[in-house]
Every structure is written in structure tokens, then in C-alpha cells.
């Protein structure tokens, strides 16, 4: 079973940004879209090992901040050739904090 983990509130994040969370030894990049929603995948770009939470986003791809291998935030595939990271389940809950289900 998948445990939620709550990992603070949803403001932290500004809208079109992304942050960095340690969740059960991996690393989680949570994107706060410009809508108000939100999207996680692996925090880690599997080319060079690039910060993706401190890579540009738009509504659909997030780019590596290193070599501008960009990805799919629904799916996680990449757009550029580059193995595709893993995505995770996300949501604000009712209390407008932040859970992730690794």
C-alpha cells in the first residue's frame, strides 16, 4: 500500500515553479503550474543528473536546467531522446497542503 505524504503547504511553491522534496530516499519534484495545479515526477534528469525542480515549466514539459533535455510532466517520457523519469500522484488536500503518494 502507498502511503500519502504530506510535505507542507501548497504556497511554498510559487505559481510556474518547482521545489525538491526527499520522500522515502528519493528525490520528488513538485511543479506548481501557473493554474494552480500540480504535477510531480523524479527530481533527478536521468541524462546528467540535473536539478529538474530548477527547471523551466510550462502547462506540459518541464526542461533540465543543464543540457535542455525537456519532459512530459504527465507521463514523464521526454521529449528530447533521454531515458523518461518516473511520475507520482499529487494533490492539494483540503487544507491546501501538498501530498505526494510515492
Not at 526527499?22 to 493554474?35: K, N, S
Amino acid at each position: 500500500m502507498k502511503i500519502p505524504h504530506i510535505v507542507g503547504p501548497v504556497d511554498q511553491i510559487p505559481f510556474g515553479e518547482g521545489r525538491a522534496f526527499g520522500i522515502d530516499g528519493e528525490q520528488i519534484a513538485v511543479f506548481r503550474l501557473r493554474d494552480g495545479s500540480l504535477r510531480a515526477v523524479s527530481a533527478v534528469c536521468p541524462h546528467k543528473g540535473g536539478p529538474l525542480a530548477d527547471g523551466t515549466i510550462d502547462k506540459r514539459v518541464v526542461m533540465c536546467p543543464l543540457h535542455q533535455h525537456s519532459f512530459e510532466l504527465e507521463t514523464g517520457c521526454s521529449t528530447t531522446g533521454a531515458k523518461p523519469l518516473r511520475t507520482y500522484e499529487v494533490f492539494a488536500d483540503e487544507g491546501q497542503n501538498i501530498v505526494v503518494i510515492p
